[in-house]
């Protein structure tokens, strides 16, 4: 081939090198022959322009199509060689945007994870293994055995079993805690009882060799015996059944008493066995059907109480398994009877402080805590039930909230006169009557003071007629918060005990009566904002409580005896640097004891005065027309009553010298404290409530001083009724007295610090000008209850009769007022709080709308709705909160989050619907094996299926559905 030939050759490769780029138009088309030199030159020469960018990314690209063309005609092997020089040349910048190329377009399929995990994280995965899956990982790979015989896996294994190692490992040792755990299983020092019996010796007298013939023959006959106690008491059984408790069980319901009785047979026996070790079989055949019931004691038993049956006799027998040794269900005396002392104790959640007295209860009483504000009749009588189980109280008892004529039981739901012939309350006294013992003396005990009215005398009454039961409640009178506990009971017997006593252990009772007013106020605001820490609420009721037993204990004349000595101290003092006496201590001790003779007198003319009743009040008449037991409860009334005005006029008196004198004091000093305006909102209502009851203080002291039998109070109580616009305007006025002191406090440091100074200490009893202002409302409660009392001891024909009815009417009447203040107020709160907590919820204060109650649930999802109703499966979708009002309810979607180094979880609310009640329907879901506690919502935008946690469900529903009744029977009035 000659040159000519070699360059036509060359030249032709790359004219198809260009076709095959496309530059060529065809093999018959050819480009000008300047125009082709031109782009071999720039096509196929390193030349590349670096300053013209255009035309470098042009000639950028046309490489890249022409190399990519060469790889594409590349077999694999020539492919490989290629990439291997390309990755040779790259720099590690290039070589790491290969490897994120490679990793997010070639996933990962099989990877070992201790290799790509942090060691720790691979040993804790390694920790949830037991010893077997330990060494079978050991064997995987090297790695894996390294990991596997980690001292930090085996360590706690072999300390489990208490296994330790004899010596201290070095640092660099491997594998010792494991290599210790094998040598300690394959030789385990383990011994049968037998060996451990032979080797040690047992606490129980030896066993004959004959060992396995003697269990059987013992066996054997304790089954004998087993099958002839247990047909002798279900011969008795069958003999008298008692009668089902009406509301409680469905007809056709059969209780397993005699299953029940078998198996506690079986396990005395077997404890028995336990106990006394392997006896004879004579020992078995005449011991065990001995008449002192001692060879199958109930040994550790829980104690259970039966119900009573009757035998062919008519004699109860008691099937009552006790806690100690000292009766047997195997031997029974048909002759005896024993009746059952169980005892209900409901306990409203509205009490102060009721855990006290659920701490307080004795062995014996069953306590049922209910929750005031969300629990209806129904419910409550579905906890009475399922607490009792089928079983019939001796007594039980009520304790919550009330007054002289009714019981606040539930909230919106007052047992009175007026609604206790309502069929839903006629209902739930009706079926409360048959778990109490009706037929053997059983009782209801209410803790309400209903014996001290009228009004409560009518409705213990018409309980009386309507059950048929005895009902016993407290008759005395006390102005303390729930000190009437204590007091006399109407209908319990002489001989019997109170019933305080029954329910409550005296000491603790004791202790929660006393600090009751002082948690009550406390408690309020625990309750509503309770939160885990609340250092500076304990601090104030600390100091309340200290300060209350510092007055108990210790009078206001010796807190302030150290003084009054200083004083003395002094102007004995002045008297001896004025004279020139040889002797200053003589002198001084004669001044001292002249100053206490002085005291002496004085205070002996002040008991000859006050306690001395008869000199005081002159009671000199002799009432011949009134019965004497009703004049002197009259007269101990009258007392009470005296003596309660001049403490709370008192606490008026210690608002006007602890905080009004020194303010006023300091306006005329020009060192203003606070303006004459504010002190006048402030306090001008207060003071005149002060003039107006020291007035009442004066009047009743004047009338006690003179009393006789036909005294009256009841013409001084309508004068005090007319004056009872000073309250209506103390009242209406106490919101912006409240908002005026804080406004102060906190925009006037000096008035800051004058409360800082005066409030809780000794001078005001540790109160604060707060708590002072409570004072009104609380008196216009003891006015009303001591009225009450007064017209229930004043006998019909006595001319204060007339009188008193119309006093109480007013005084009813503006209690009745100060109540709906409260009320209103506490609901506009609540409203505004809901509103507060839940995040785009619309505006939800409106009149006469409150809250009702507040259930947290879980929105289920149905699967499949195709599938029978008892197999669908549900998927837990969101957490609600159905907040339900009397006439909506507002639906919310909850989120709990959680803080680091917080053990307060943060739940927020995030508003969904609202849902008037009258467009709701309430479908309940029965339980099923894959759903509990579920019930539908369905209104005409939406549909959704809730459950509740466990017992939650029936009293949420019991109280929607009694609020979608209330709701349409408003809306049919209205309409």
């Known amino acids: 081939m000659t040159t000519a030939d070699t360059i036509h050759a060359s030249h032709s490769v790359k004219e198809w090198h260009l076709e095959s780029l496309g530059l060529l138009a065809g093999g018959t088309k050819s480009l000008d022959q300047n125009q082709t030199t031109e782009i071999l030159k720039t096509r196929f020469s390193t030349w590349t322009p670096i300053e013209n960018k255009s035309l470098n990314n042009q000639l950028f690209q046309e490489r890249v199509r022409l190399i990519s063309h060469w790889f594409d005609l590349w077999t694999d092997k020539q492919r490989k060689q290629f990439l291997h020089g390309i990755l040779i040349k790259c720099n590690k910048s290039q070589l790491k945007f290969a490897e994120r190329w490679f990793v997010e377009n070639i996933p990962v399929t099989k990877v070992d994870f201790t290799t790509v995990l942090p060691r720790f994280i691979s040993l804790y995965i390694f920790s949830f293994l037991n010893a077997k899956d330990l060494c079978a990982a050991a064997q995987v790979s090297w790695h894996w055995k390294f990991l596997s015989e980690q001292d930090c896996l085996w360590m706690p294994k072999c300390i489990m079993f208490g296994w330790f190692l004899p010596y201290f490992p070095e640092k660099n040792e491997y594998s010792a805690w494991k290599q210790h755990y094998i040598a300690c299983a394959a030789d385990l020092d383990y011994l049968t009882p037998r060996e451990v019996a032979g080797s040690y010796g047992t606490l129980s007298e030896p066993k ?258 309507l059950t048929g039961l005895f009902f016993r409640t407290p008759a005395g009178i006390a102005t303390g918060s729930y000190q009437h506990i204590l007091s006399e009971w109407l209908g319990n017997q002489k001989d019997s005990p109170p019933p305080p006593s029954i329910y409550f252990t005296e000491a603790k009772l004791q202790l929660w009566l006393r600090f009751t007013e002082l948690l009550e106020d406390a408690l309020k605001a625990v309750r509503k904002n309770l939160r885990p820490y609340f250092c500076d609420l304990q601090k104030n009721m600390t100091g309340k409580i200290l300060g209350q037993i510092m007055f108990d204990a210790v009078s206001w004349s010796d807190v302030q005896e150290k003084q009054r000595i200083a004083e003395v101290l002094v102007e004995g003092l002045v008297e001896l640097s004025r004279g020139n006496d040889e002797n200053p201590f003589e002198f001084l001790s004669r001044f001292l004891m002249r100053k206490y003779n002085k005291k002496e007198e004085l205070k002996s003319q002040v008991l000859t005065t006050e306690s001395n009743p008869e000199a005081s009040l002159g009671v000199s008449v002799k009432t011949s027309k009134l019965d004497k037991e009703i004049a002197e409860k009259r007269k101990s009334l009258a007392r009470e009553l005296l003596l309660s005005e001049r403490n709370y006029v008192n606490m008026l008196e210690i608002v006007r010298d602890v905080y009004v004198k020194p303010l006023k004091a300091a306006l005329a000093s020009h060192r203003i404290i606070l303006s004459y305006a504010n002190v006048q909102t402030i306090f001008s209502d207060i003071l005149n409530i002060l003039q107006l009851n020291r007035w009442f203080s004066d009047e009743l002291t004047q009338r006690l001083n003179e009393w006789n039998p036909a005294q009256k109070l009841g013409d001084l109580f309508i004068q005090f009724c007319q004056q009872l616009q000073t309250y ?248």
Not at 328 to 353: F, G, M, W
Not at 389 to 395: E, H, I, L, W
Not at 930 to 939: D, G, M, P, R, V
């Open 728 to 975: 209506t305007n103390f009242f209406n006025n106490y919101a912006v007295i409240l908002k005026t002191i804080d406004k102060c406090r906190e925009t006037i440091p000096v008035f800051r610090a004058f409360l800082k100074r005066h409030d809780k200490t000794v001078a005001t009893t540790m109160r604060s000008l707060q708590e002072f202002l409570l004072c009104p409302s609380k008196r216009i409660e003891e006015y009303v209850t001591l009225l009450y009392a007064l017209r229930l001891h004043t006998p019909p024909e006595h001319t204060d009769r007339e009188e008193l009815t119309p006093a109480i009417k007013q005084m009813k009447q503006f209690k009745d007022y100060l109540d709906q203040l409260k009320l209103n107020v506490g609901r506009d709160d609540q409203i505004l709080t809901t509103q507060r907590r839940i995040q785009g919820c619309p505006k939800l204060l409106k009149a006469n709308r409150y809250l009702i109650a507040m259930q947290d649930v879980a929105q289920l999802n149905c699967c499949s709705e195709r599938v029978h109703m008892p197999f669908r499966l549900y998927e837990h979708t969101h957490d609600l909160s159905l907040f339900l009002f009397n006439d909506i309810l507002v639906i919310s979607q909850r989120s709990i989050s959680y803080k680091p180094f917080e053990r307060i979880s943060h739940v927020t609310h995030q508003f969904l619907a609202v849902v008037t009640l009258h467009q709701l329907l309430v479908e309940d879901i029965p339980d099923s094996k894959y759903i509990k506690n579920a019930f539908l919502l369905q209104s005409p935008r939406c549909q959704m299926i809730c459950s509740t946690e466990d017992h939650d469900k029936f009293t949420w529903l019991s109280a929607l559905q009694r609020a979608i009744i209330c709701n349409i029977e408003d809306n049919v009035n209205c309409s």
């Open 208 to 465: 004959p060799e004959n060992e396995d013939q003697k269990e059987k023959l013992r066996e054997r006959c304790l089954r004998k015996i087993m099958r002839e106690r247990l047909t002798v008491c279900k011969k008795e059984l069958i003999k008298a059944r008692p009668p089902w408790n009406s509301g409680f069980y469905r007809s056709g319901f059969q209780p397993k008493l005699p299953q029940t009785v078998h198996d506690r047979v079986r396990s005395a026996a077997a404890l028995f066995l336990m106990k006394n070790g392997t006896p004879s079989p004579k020992e078995m055949l005449f011991k065990h059907i001995s008449a002192d019931a001692k060879s199958v004691p109930c040994i550790g038993l829980e104690a259970e109480t039966l119900p009573k049956r009757k035998n062919a006799a008519g004699s109860c027998s008691d099937l009552v398994l006790p806690h100690r040794l000292h009766r047997t269900v195997l031997q029974k005396d048909p002759n005896e009877t024993h009746s059952p002392q169980l005892r209900l104790l409901l306990i409203s959640s509205h009490i102060p402080a009721y855990e006290m007295i659920v701490d307080s209860i004795k062995p014996g009483v069953i306590p049922i805590v209910y929750d005031h504000s969300g629990t209806t009749l129904e419910s409550l009588l579905y906890y009475v039930g399922k607490a009792l189980d089928g079983q019939t109280a001796k007594s039980i008892g009520i304790i919550t909230d009330g007054d002289s004529r009714g019981i606040n039981l539930l909230q919106g739901c007052s047992v009175s006169t007026k609604n206790l012939l309502k069929p839903e309350v006629k209902e739930f006294w009706a079926k409360l009557r048959s778990c109490v013992m009706h037929q053997e003396g059983g009782y209801i005990d209410i803790f309400v003071p209903l014996a001290a009215s009228e009004a409560g005398m009518e409705v213990l009454s018409q309980l009386s007629h």
